[in-house]
């Protein structure tokens, strides 16, 4: 997938604390990615899916995200049960997996230290964010996993946050042509404790294939 610079810089240091521990976990890790990681998928997507940030031993290790931890199980499979990839597992940066209308990025492109980013790091990657939003085709949809993630696409729109409340399938129509959909955050944490469950996740993905007229299974 080409990259647009104004869309990601994989040697971006804007956020201090970030770049520092960046540096020092490559140092801890040399065979890891321990850098900004890029979207993964195709380049004009009926749908985008943001996270929060890589995880340590996720996409900050293996470069694509969602790629390697235990979050990104439940995504890959019901992306290709929902036929947006031709493949139910994500393995690494050069497997043979390819997204189908779908693309996946970060509300922050760092790994940051306890998976916590700070408000202003979040601010500060917005501007890519904001950048990737801008880029996407009229109608596509756009999916937030986990509050974090939304609250990012709605301040990269310049909307009000109170007037978009985070909420489990909850569709959110930003703009005339864009329209926002959550989903609690297919983290290990969600997934165990039931917070949620597969059934929960396919539905927000019959959600999405309903705004798009597509069909669903």
């Not at 490559?26 to 995880?55: K, M, N, W």
């Not at 937030?144 to 946050?161: C, D, E, F």
Request: aromatic share 8%.
């Amino acid at each position: 997938m080409k990259q647009n610079t104004d869309n990601f810089d994989v040697n971006c240091r804007r956020c201090e604390r970030l770049s520092t521990f960046l540096d020092d976990i490559g140092e801890q890790y040399p065979d890891y990615h321990a850098r900004p990681v890029a979207a993964f998928g195709a380049a004009s997507p009926d749908l985008l899916i943001v996270g929060l940030a890589p995880g340590m031993h996720g996409a900050n290790a293996t470069g694509r995200p969602f790629t390697g931890d235990h979050a990104g199980i439940l995504l890959y499979e019901t992306l290709f049960k929902f036929g947006f990839s031709n493949g139910p597992e994500s393995v690494s940066s050069d497997d043979k997996l390819r997204l189908k209308k779908c693309r996946i990025t970060n509300a922050v492109k760092c790994l940051p230290p306890q998976n916590k980013p700070t408000g202003d790091e979040i601010n500060t990657c917005n501007y890519f964010l904001n950048n990737e939003l801008q880029s996407l085709r009229d109608g596509a949809i756009v999916m937030a996993l986990g509050s974090i993630a939304h609250n990012a696409v709605v301040k990269a729109y310049g909307l009000r946050q109170k007037l978009f409340p985070f909420g489990h399938n909850q569709v959110h129509k930003l703009t005339p042509k864009q329209t926002l959909i959550d989903s609690y955050h297919c983290s290990r944490y969600n997934t165990q404790t039931k917070r949620l469950t597969t059934k929960m996740f396919q539905d927000v993905f019959r959600t999405i294939n309903k705004q798009l007229n597509r069909k669903s299974k």
